[in-house]
Each structure stands twice: as C-alpha cells, then as structure tokens.
C-alpha cells in the first residue's frame, strides 16, 4: 500500500509534502479536511504516493513535511507532532466463516505490509503470518483461506470484497475500536511556522466534510443496549419531579444567555463553580450512582428541562444551555422515541462518545423535558459484542 505524501516548503508560497494509508485520496475526507484547512491557511502543498515505510524515513530526515497516520508509533515521537484527529477508522477483525472453528492461538494474521495494523501487530507483539502490498491482496489471501484473520477498516474491506465482487455475508466481522487519523508534522516544519499545529487543530471542525455515523449494525447494538435503560429512567418519579419544579420557574432569553455564558467562561477557566455546584445536588449524584452500573460504558448524563437548561448532570458540561442543539430540538416535544447522535472524539479523555437522548413525557404524554446519556462508544460495542446484543447484557 503506498502513502500520501504532504510536501510543504518554508514560506507560505512554496508547497508543502504528507504521507498515509488513505485509499482513494481524491475522495477521503480526511484529504478534503486538509484541503479545505490548508486553503484557510493559506498554504499550499502537493501530495505524493510514497511506500509507508519510506514516508517516516523522509520526516525522520527532513525531506519529508509530514504523513497522515493513526497510529504514533513511539520511534517517531522525537521527530514531529500529531494534529487533533481528522476522522476515524473503524477496525474491525475480519474473518472466513469457513476457518472460523480455527483456536485463536494458531489463527493466521494477514496485514498489508507498513500499514497501522501491521505496525500495531509489531507493538502487540503478534506475527503476521503473511504481509502483502494492498489491501485487495490482503482479502484475496483471506478469501482464499491463505491467512485466517485480518484487521481492517471496515468501509475499506466492504468497498474492496465489492470490488473484487465477494459474497459479503461469508465474512465474519467484529468490532475491534477506532482509531483517530491525523496529520503528523514534522518538527522541522512546525518550528518554522510557530502556532501552525494549533491553528490547523482549530479548524478541523470547519472544514468537517461528514459526522463520523455508527454503522446499521453498530447503531442497533447501541440502541438494543441502551435505549430501554433510557427509557426507564426518564419515567422515575425523582426525574419528572425535579423537572416538573425547574419547569414551573421559567427563565427569560437574557437570563439563559448570562447563566449559559457564565458557566461557559467558568469551565474555560478551569474553575466551573456553576457546573460543580449542580454537581453536587441530590439529583445529579443519583444520576451519578445509576451510571456506575454501567462500568464506564456511560460516560455522562444530562438531564434538561422545557427550556434546555440544565436540570442535573454527572459530570461537568461545557455549557449551560442546551436548546440550542441538535439533541434537545429533535426531541423535546417531537414524535420520536430517541436520537443517537455522530461520535465525536473527546480530546480530554482520548474517549469516543455518541450521545443517545430520549423525550421525558409525564403520565398523560406532556414533554416535560429531555435526558441525554453519553455513552463510550468503543467500550459499549466491544462489552456488547462479547456478551450478545440484547438489553440486560449489557449492564453487570
């Protein structure tokens, strides 16, 4: 498998050069990510395909400005830094279902050679049974039953099984985690152009080119897991209280703005003396309590009123006022039983989260408010996998 190279030459003027595993780079987002950021930044590059193994020598000598990774191998640490995450992969074990019934310890692993997985085995300590050049070798050889298991991106194995015209359903596929794609710079190159690295982490939101969506599959082990639980909780008396009392005091639109706009300055500042003390209430550490059934599966939880204020939360958010998102305004007060959101990859926790929000009506069906409960993504898909996709097994 070749690399994408990324040339960028001192001075805004001169293209740059960067290097990854990215498939079809005239249509990956990730590329169109970094197009779009280098646009906004004026500066321009070239992309070269370069061998993977050959794209880290460059960096390492100062020939090379940067490569597109997930991984960052320790080697490389002393000579770049990597950017936020442009995108996810999704990796999945991929097996025949004919070679199945193989014990794991004597399963033959397939990789393309300098490829993230390859070098993952490497730090996994795992041999690779065959390396081959691209990925379509690599799900020949697993068709051909040459190697017993691989470990892959799993849009890049259902676009490359369609390509070479492979009956999907006779692959077994399992969730494995994410890994978050970035842009690995040189140090070079970053130290020529000083609050490069931070400006280009700032406009990666911008320059989204699509919401990283869980899969059919994934979304409906998530829901299979979580929805009941979130539906359950919405109609305890201790929620449709609390929110029945905040309901009956509204706020104006100035009083929401200045209470959002105080909370937002304090958590900036790392003193959220707002957030902390509705932390602490009677309702938020209960909430707090229920989530630990769920050994870390459920990272958060927030519970809002008729207006999107906050009415308890178990761990601090970033603002106060939630009716101005996504989550609240399509289901407050709207036909529908949930709304599993994109993931997003949490920079703080290095944790990947989507967020499952459920209407909380009282008896007679009146919207009363919204509960919302960030979930771990990857820990839910692989605890859920391991135990079956049904309800009860996913709670100790």
């Known amino acids: 498998m070749l690399a994408l190279a990324f040339l960028a030459a001192l001075g805004a003027a001169i293209p740059a050069q960067l290097g990854t595993n990215i498939a079809?780079?005239?249509?990956?987002?990730?590329?169109?990510?970094?197009?779009?950021?280098?646009?906004?930044?004026?500066?321009?590059?070239?992309?070269?395909?370069?061998p993977w193994l050959r794209a880290r020598q460059e960096v390492r000598l100062n020939r090379l400005d940067g490569y597109f990774t997930a991984v960052l191998l320790q080697e490389?640490?002393?000579?770049?830094?990597?950017?936020?995450?442009?995108?996810?992969?999704?990796?999945?074990?991929?097996?025949?279902?004919?070679?199945?019934?193989?014990?794991?310890?004597?399963?033959?692993?397939?990789?393309?050679?300098?490829?993230?997985?390859?070098?993952?085995?490497?730090?996994?300590?795992?041999?690779?049974?065959?390396e081959v050049n691209?990925?379509?070798?690599?799900?020949?050889?697993?068709?051909?039953?040459?190697?017993?298991?691989?470990?892959?991106?799993?849009?890049?194995?259902?676009?490359?099984?369609?390509r070479l015209g492979l009956v999907r359903q006779d692959f077994s596929v399992r969730f494995f985690r994410y890994v978050p794609l970035g842009v690995y710079f040189s140090s070079q190159f970053l130290q020529q152009r000083p609050g490069f690295l931070s400006r280009f982490n700032a406009l990666i939101p911008s320059c989204s080119q699509t919401p990283f969506i869980l899969s059919e599959r994934e979304q409906r082990i998530v829901l299979?897991?979580?929805?009941?639980?979130?539906?359950?909780?919405?109609?305890?008396a201790l929620i449709q209280q609390a929110l029945q009392s905040q309901n009956a005091t509204p706020w104006s639109p100035e009083q929401i703005s200045q209470h959002d706009q105080r909370w937002i300055d304090e958590v900036?500042?790392?003193?959220?003396?707002?957030?902390?003390?509705?932390?602490?209430?009677?309702?938020?550490?209960?909430?707090?309590?229920?989530?630990?059934?769920?050994?870390?599966?459920?990272?958060?939880?927030?519970?809002?009123?008729a207006q999107g204020r906050n009415v308890a939360i178990s761990a601090v958010t970033s603002d106060y006022w939630q009716g101005d998102e996504i989550k609240y305004q399509q289901v407050f007060a709207q036909p529908v039983s949930h709304l599993l959101d994109s993931v997003r990859f949490d920079a703080s926790s290095q944790r990947f989260l989507v967020q499952l929000t459920v209407p909380v009506n009282n008896a007679q069906g009146e919207p009363l408010g919204a509960l919302t409960l960030g979930l771990d993504v990857e820990l839910s898909l692989q605890y859920c996998q391991r135990n079956g996709i049904s309800p009860g097994y996913c709670v100790d």
Not at 224 to 236: G, I, M, V, Y
Not at 283 to 302: P, T
Request: glycine share 4%; aromatic share 8%.
């Open 134 to 162: 691209t990925s379509e070798e690599l799900v020949k050889m697993l068709n051909l039953k040459r190697v017993d298991r691989i470990l892959m991106d799993l849009e890049v194995f259902e676009q490359t099984a369609a």
């Open 76 to 130: 490389m640490e002393p000579f770049g830094q990597l950017s936020a995450p442009l995108y996810l992969e999704n990796w999945y074990w991929i097996e025949h279902r004919s070679t199945l019934s193989v014990p794991p310890p004597v399963k033959r692993l397939g990789a393309v050679r300098g490829s993230h997985q390859a070098k993952w085995f490497e730090t996994m300590d795992l041999a690779a049974a065959a």
């Open 268 to 305: 900036k500042q790392g003193q959220p003396q707002l957030a902390e003390s509705m932390l602490h209430t009677e309702l938020s550490q209960w909430l707090a309590r229920w989530q630990q059934q769920f050994s870390g599966r459920v990272a958060e939880i927030i519970l809002m009123d």
């Open 24 to 50: 079809s780079p005239a249509e990956d987002s990730a590329v169109l990510q970094v197009a779009c950021i280098m646009q906004q930044l004026e500066q321009p590059y070239n992309l070269l395909s370069l």
């Open 224 to 236: 299979d897991a979580f929805l009941p639980p979130a539906s359950e909780l919405a109609t305890q």
